[in-house]
């Protein structure tokens, strides 16, 4: 009688670790179930106006503020004065509807070296045209996958600044932005 119970109470144990490991699986998949998740997106759009209007009293040029579609927003944008990097520059970030990426980087009172270090190992591969501009393009010498947001660069040098665009986007959309920015330039 002894080894019956014996045997009846291994086997109560195993039934009983497996009915609580039973309902523990089922109450985790009901709080992962109930739990509400917020999908929206986290990157607060930045007001790149108000912030170059504030930077345009540190600077004695004019810092180029371009529009963007309605459907696109600026991530970033931050002015720095040249103590801190030997060159003044203003830098804006924008995102497209489909995840695309454009930037904007202008210095003011640049020189080589800080061109250069913008560029990093990029090489030139052409010019292109816009009003009247040449604007040189600078592509990365390696590919990478994915694509890097200075794979791909536009530069425009006048008077004593230069400007950069750059991101992963289509080539059309770093021209539009090249354009609006030529324009403010021409008219200043």
């Known amino acids: 009688m002894s080894d019956d119970a014996a045997q009846r109470r291994a086997k109560q144990t195993l039934n009983n670790l497996l ?8 109450v985790m998949v009901l709080l992962v179930l109930a ?4 999908d929206s997106n986290r990157v607060a759009p930045v007001d790149y106006v108000a912030i170059a209007e504030q930077a345009a009293t540190e600077t004695s040029g004019k810092l180029l503020i371009p529009t963007i579609p309605v459907d696109w ?3 970033a944008a931050r002015y720095r004065s040249s103590a801190q990097d030997g060159v003044a520059n203003w830098y804006v970030g924008f995102v497209g ?3 695309e990426f454009l930037a904007m980087t202008q210095g003011l009172d640049v020189n080589q070296t800080w061109i ?16 009247g ?3 040189k393009v600078f592509e990365s010498v390696r590919e990478n996958n994915p694509p890097k947001s200075k794979d791909y660069m536009m530069v425009l040098e006048y008077e004593n600044n230069a400007v950069f665009v750059y991101g992963v986007a289509s080539t059309e959309a770093l021209e539009d932005l090249a354009l609006q920015l030529t324009l403010q330039i021409e008219r200043q």
């Open 133 to 135: 501009q040449k604007w």
């Open 116 to 131: 250069q270090l913008m560029l990093e190992s990029n090489k030139p591969t052409g010019e292109v045209l816009i009003e």
């Open 19 to 26: 009915l609580s490991l039973a309902a523990t699986v089922g």
């Open 73 to 75: 927003y600026s991530n």
């Open 97 to 99: 509807p489909k995840s």
């Open 35 to 38: 739990v509400p998740r917020d």
